[in-house]
Each structure stands twice: as C-alpha cells, then as structure tokens.
C-alpha cells in the first residue's frame, strides 16, 4: 500500500522560508516521479511542482519558478518542497503526489492527506 505523509507545514510571515517534505513508502520511490500541489479555500487544487525519478529533471508553475525549488532523496524516500519569499496568496493545503512512471505525465496516482501552510502579510 503506497503511502505519502507530508509533513513541515505552518505558519510563516511573507518573505520567509519553509521546507516541506513528503515521506513515501509501499513502492520502489526511486523508480517514480513526484510533484508538489496545491489547493487554496475555495480554489481547485493546483499544480506546483514536479521532480522526475532521477531527480535530474523538474518542472515548475509560473508562480513557483525562482521562489520555489523540488528535489528528492532516493535513499530516504523523501521529496521535498523548499519555498522561499513566501507571499500570502502561497496561503493552501499543500499535496505531495506520485506519478505512475518515472516521468511526470498525465495525472498522479497517489496523493498524501495535505500540509497547511499559512502565509500571513
């Protein structure tokens, strides 16, 4: 049974840093694709980030590139979500999901149970 628990959410002021993380476990973590997502009070939940297998490629939204960096730990099974400059609207519930291969393409097939973060002004 695969399962993903994100964990380093809270509360932050603008400006600041937070790193999250997302410890995976039940399949080969190194053989998958990771991303990052998001969903903010009364949004659709969103794309923010994603990391292929190796970790050598990655992919971010528009309003992550620069402020935002993924990377991951195949040895811990671990990917993380480093925010920097945080603004209030990064205010949501954030997602740590796995894709289906190593690539991250189509939709993801696990999703953990979400981390608040909080950004005040």
């Known amino acids: 049974q695969v399962q993903l628990v994100e964990s380093g959410g809270g509360l932050v002021q603008a400006g600041g840093s937070l790193r999250l993380s997302c410890a995976a476990s039940g399949r080969t973590f190194s053989s998958y694709a990771m991303g990052w997502f998001r969903q903010a009070p009364g949004k659709e939940r969103e794309f923010v980030a994603a990391?292929?297998?190796?970790?050598?490629?990655?992919y971010y939204t528009d309003s992550a590139k620069g402020r935002f960096t993924i990377f991951r730990d195949n040895g811990k099974e671990t990917v993380y979500l480093q925010m920097n400059n945080r603004k209030p609207e990064d205010t949501a519930v954030y997602y740590c999901a796995t894709y289906l291969g190593s690539v991250y393409l189509g939709r993801p097939v696990y999703w953990g149970q979400g981390t608040q973060v909080t950004v005040s002004s």
């Open positions: 990391i292929n297998s190796s970790g050598g490629s990655k």
